[in-house]
Antibody, heavy 123, light 107 residues
Framework: EVQLVESGGGLVQPGGSLRLSCATS????????MSWVRQAPGKGLEWVAT????????HYLDSVKGRFTVSRDSAKNSLFLQMNSLRVEDTAVYYC????????????????WGQGTLVTVSS | DIQMTQSPASLSASVGDRVTITCRAS??????LNWYQQRPGKAPKVLIY???SLQSGVPSRFSGSGSGTEFTLTISSVQPEDFATYYC?????????FGPGTKVEIK
């Protein structure tokens, strides 16, 4: 059974840092990109970052570039999000999600999600 | 960035009703369009990928159609567990963007 479990959320002051972790099980990291998607309280979903299975190719939402760093440890089946210079507007539930490529056109779809971890940025 | 819109923003339906949600993209996304369901306090769950393919384990009352810039998600006969918020999402280009969501409520 595929499982993703996030941890590391909490309350932090503006300008502070936090490191989120996502422990995965039930599948090997080979062949799967992994992503972070967030949801501000009462708002919609917003993609944050994606990392390729080899860990070398990474993509970020413009508003987090230079502040957030996504990484993975395939040996430990774990995904991370280092968040620095946090802003009030980064307050959200952060989900990790597995990305699969499906159909003949290899559409990228997030087919497994964790339960989310809440990050609150406030003074 | 590709902007996604959805209509309606919310709707009320009775169990057994047919429900249709529309998603539009600001430019073509070809068939690179997915639909997710999110129940309150839960993580999103993929229902439809590549515009019209049903994710394994998802009931057949859910269906998707469309291509290019206009897409629809249809629930043929709404069940109590279907009352949730539905999001479309494009995987055509980065940044991957979601629609604002459509909340389906019980009438």
């Amino acid at each position: 059974e595929v499982q993703l479990v996030e941890s590391g959320g909490g309350l932090v002051q503006p300008g502070g840092s936090l490191r989120l972790s996502c422990a995965t099980s039930g599948f090997t990291g080979v062949g799967y990109w992994m992503s972070w998607v967030r949801q501000a309280p009462g708002k919609g979903l917003e993609w944050v970052a994606t990392i390729k299975e080899d860990g070398f190719e990474k993509h970020y939402l413009d508003s987090v570039k230079g502040r957030f760093t996504v990484s993975r440890d395939s040996a430990k089946n774990s995904l991370f999000l280092q968040m620095n210079s946090l802003r009030v507007e980064d307050t959200a539930v952060y989900y990790c999600a597995r990305e699969s490529r499906k159909a003949l056109i290899a559409v990228a779809v997030w087919d497994y999600w964790g339960q989310g971890t809440l990050v609150t940025v406030s003074s | 960035d590709i902007q996604m819109t959805q209509s309606p923003a919310s709707l009320s339906a009775s169990v057994g009703d047919r429900v249709t949600i529309t998603c539009r993209a600001s430019q073509t996304v070809s068939m690179y369009l997915n639909w997710y369901q999110q129940r309150p306090g839960k993580a999103p769950k993929v229902l439809i990928y590549a515009a019209s393919s049903l994710q394994s384990g998802v009931p057949s009352r859910f269906s998707g159609s469309g291509s290019g810039t206009e897409f629809t998600l249809t629930i043929s006969s709404v069940q109590p567990e279907d009352f949730a918020t539905y999001y479309c999402q494009q995987s055509y280009s980065s940044p991957r963007t979601f629609g604002p969501g459509t909340k389906v409520e019980i009438k």
